[in-house]
């Protein structure tokens, strides 16, 4: 039962566009949502996070939207750059597990020029 | 800054063979993460680590058994390997959080190693 689903496996944007990236949950006890963006052939890293008090975080050219009741978020990148291709994971921890993340499938982002 | 490092960055095996993977890292973190990333199904937990001695299943830790007799290292032992164990291995460390505290725990993360089972 995957609680955390990323529905787009992929996505191609021209260098400048925004990029959305989805994110749905299932779970209801999820209180914190993190974005780790991961290049190939390196380890996950952290991008961006938001807790479930707020529905917008943002950071630089990443903003990163919550809708609790839809149970959904979404990485927007203004502009979309070449060196932000990479695979984006959302992740999720609940109220009663802090330190565990429950993470989605991953979705293939290329920016071309 | 925060490292952690995996043993092998790549590790070719054949079916039966024993596969220890080692990751240490140097935050003196307390908790301890092995995933594994596949193709579509993004990153599985398969054991984690709150403390030394102290193991916790994962979601996927049929076939693997793992060790911390240390602090910053956590191993995971693949006794008898499979063609369905080729996959990305990564590590991960965080620190502990209070479940009283309302925050997120971000982890960090070892470069991987990719096995192959042949």
């Known amino acids: 039962d995957q609680q955390v689903k990323q529905n787009s496996p992929s996505l191609s944007v021209q260098e400048g566009r925004i990029s959305i990236l989805n994110c749905d949950y299932t779970n209801s006890m999820f209180d914190y949502f993190l974005w780790y963006k991961k290049y190939p052939a390196e380890g996950p890293t952290f991008l961006i996070s938001?807790?479930?008090?707020?529905d917008k975080n943002e950071d630089g050219r990443f903003t990163v939207f919550l809708n609790k009741s839809a149970k959904h978020l979404s990485l927007h990148i203004v502009p979309s750059q070449p060196g932000d291709s990479a695979v984006y994971f959302c992740?999720?921890?609940?109220?009663?597990?802090?330190?565990?993340?429950?993470f989605g499938t991953g979705t293939r982002l290329q920016v071309f020029p | 800054d925060v490292k952690v490092t995996q043993s092998s960055r790549y590790l070719v095996k054949r079916t039966g063979e024993k596969v220890f993977l080692e990751c240490v890292q140097d935050m003196d973190h307390e908790n301890m993460f092995w995933y594994r990333q596949d193709p579509g199904l993004g990153l599985r937990l398969i054991y984690f680590s709150y403390d030394v001695k102290m193991k916790e299943k994962g979601d996927i830790p049929e076939g693997y058994s793992v060790s911390r007799e240390k602090k910053e290292r956590f191993s995971l032992i693949l006794e008898s390997t499979s063609t369905n164990q080729t996959s990305m291995y990564l590590c991960?460390?965080?620190?502990?959080?209070?479940?009283?505290?309302?925050?997120?725990?971000?982890?960090?993360f070892g470069p991987g190693t990719r096995l192959t089972v042949l």
């Open positions: 992740a999720a921890s609940d109220i009663y597990n802090t330190d565990k993340l429950i």
């Open positions: 938001i807790s479930s008090i707020k």
């Open positions: 991960a460390s965080s620190f502990w959080t209070p479940k009283i505290w309302s925050s997120y725990n971000e982890q960090f």
